[in-house]
């Protein structure tokens, strides 16, 4: 009976051990993987969030995120996990303002940023129909582009709309019929311009 209380004791210490150590090697990674990333972390920061005068305690923010994440479990790689952290940060915050850029995401594509999120193809397509989609709406009239981004971007109702635009629900309902008909042809269409040349 006397060795279970030294064995119990020796389980102790070696847990204590095997902490310790985590910590130390958490560190070490965290110098070798994570310091290096610090002057590209520096400028997604700059480039992504307005307040220079927080973009040190973002940095400070993200390193604990890291770190914390990195005691239970090494993230591989480190890049993508640092710059997928500073992402999610920057969408915390500015969801409390409801606003996020899009250059958020595009800023990792630029840096070659592998999220867990679907392959290449599927966010080159989307990227692709996005510009569509873009191309199409700068091609209609202004007050119809206007009335279906404020009712299909920004959600108003049809009195808000009309509110807002200073005219009638009815007259909203006609932009939002026109310019969804509008756009529904310019994007069912073959994208390729030749074609329309060909026809």
Known sequence: MAEKPESGR????????????????VEAWFVREVLPLEAMLMQYLRRNWRDAGEIEDLRQEIYIRVCEAARKSIPAPAKSFVFVTARNLIIDRLRKVHVIPIEVMADLDALGVALDQPGPERNAIARDELRRLQAALDQLPPRSREAI???RIDGLTGREIARRMGIAETTVSEHLANGMQALTN??????????????
Not at 10 to 25: F, G, H, I, W, Y
Not at 186 to 199: I, N, Q, V
């Open 149 to 151: 981004l404020l009712g």
């Open 10 to 25: 020796e389980n102790t210490d070696l847990r204590q051990v095997d902490a310790a150590m985590t910590a130390s090697e």
């Open 186 to 199: 310019m994007l069912l269409r073959d994208p390729d311009p030749r074609d329309g040349e060909r026809k």
